[in-house]
């Protein structure tokens, strides 16, 4: 197992990776309130790990409760959420209650949003069971639900109290999902983590192939950067926003193309080459660069152009990004690889060009 920490004053939080951890109760225990839990967790997660992380709790003494939500990206809304609520209404949970996500970044994102909104706050932890949650959205305390204008518009920032990180759950995870979590590993690699980067040039197959030993270390690695980032930005006011790189095309493509038809890594994917082009328009990194980078995606098997929206819909699409200033849409690109800004100098045109470099063909 490794472990590292958020350091966020008085609520600084530990993150454990490692295989086996759901049979670990003495990981999670500490870090609960009360021993009482709310598991929550969707219809696809809950046969495969829901029976084991109750049956770990329970003989440690805890009373576990749980709620199973639809699975999928188009179910990361109001309705879903409001199921969330009436599980903890009905069952009678309590402030000191302690919500545990077990699942993906939605049930991430939309169990942490609960927690945040019920009863004015209550505690909750993240056990992530796909490589995106384990690396990204299992960490900083961002938690949101989409709506049809804007992925993740609505949602508040309350931080967990643990992350639990069982890299074994990586064995169930479909190619395909695995595949888009690789899309934000390379993110941190781009970002600000040269040596990084390399590793994973060199040893992405070795990730692919599920090597637990390659996996464990590009987890680590991943929420080492981002808990640096949190620690210094914790809303998000300078810094983190470089954690969005190619976010604002890839939410674009999500919300266009309707969500869940899309995987987030995915558009993520199409999104950093769109913020590369646009990068090497404004002279920033070269053809060689784009390359690369694209080298990298096609060798994780992640798509290098977007769905064919519009030009428009795009541009209107990303209007709706947290990052709009006065109207001003600011973007993260390169500097250089491994050097990401936040930057508003690009014109709508050479926006309007980069992302028509990057449309599929037909």
């Not at 300078?238 to 674009?252: I, P």
Request: negative net charge.
């Amino acid at each position: 197992m490794q472990s590292l920490k958020v350091s966020l004053d008085s609520r600084s939080y530990p993150i454990h990776i490692g295989s086996g951890l759901l049979r670990c109760a003495e990981l999670i225990v500490p870090h609960l309130l009360r021993r009482n839990t709310l598991i929550v967790t969707n219809t696809t997660v809950a046969p495969l790990y829901l029976q084991q992380l109750t049956h770990t709790l329970e003989n440690a003494g805890v009373t576990c409760l749980s709620c199973a939500i639809p699975d999928g990206e188009q179910y990361k809304n109001w309705v879903t959420l409001n199921q969330i609520f009436n599980a903890m209404l009905s069952t009678r949970c309590e402030r000191t209650t302690t919500l545990i996500a077990l699942g993906g970044g939605v049930i991430g994102d939309m169990g942490g949003f609960a927690a945040a909104c019920y009863q004015r706050g209550m505690p909750f932890i993240q056990v992530p069971t796909t490589l995106l949650a384990q690396v990204d959205s299992s960490v900083g305390g961002k938690t949101a639900i989409n709506h049809p204008l804007g992925k993740n518009m609505i949602g508040a920032f309350h931080q967990p109290r643990l992350v639990v990180a069982d890299t074994e759950t990586l064995n169930t995870l479909p190619d395909r999902e695995l595949r888009g979590g690789l899309a934000e590993v390379i993110k941190y690699g781009l970002i600000r983590d040269i040596p990084f980067l390399e590793w994973l040039e060199q040893n992405l197959e070795r990730l692919l192939a599920r090597d637990a030993d390659a996996l464990t270390e590009a987890i680590y690695r991943s929420c080492a950067t981002k808990a640096e980032i949190v620690a210094a930005d914790e809303r998000e006011t300078g810094e983190r926003a470089l954690l969005n790189l190619g976010h604002t095309f890839g939410h674009a493509i999500e919300t266009g193309v309707g969500y869940g038809n899309w995987l987030h890594g995915e558009a993520v994917a199409a999104g950093t080459m769109m913020a590369a082009e646009l990068s090497a328009t404004l002279g920033w990194i070269a053809a060689r660069d784009v390359a690369r980078i694209e080298a990298l995606f096609l060798r994780a098997g992640l798509p290098v152009t977007g769905p064919r929206l519009g030009i428009n819909k795009y541009i209107e699409l990303m209007r709706h990004d947290k990052k709009v200033e006065d109207g001003r849409l600011r973007l993260v690109l390169l500097r250089s690889v491994g050097n990401a800004v936040v930057s508003d100098v690009a014109t709508e045109d050479q926006i309007a060009g980069a992302i028509a470099g990057r449309l599929a063909d037909g």
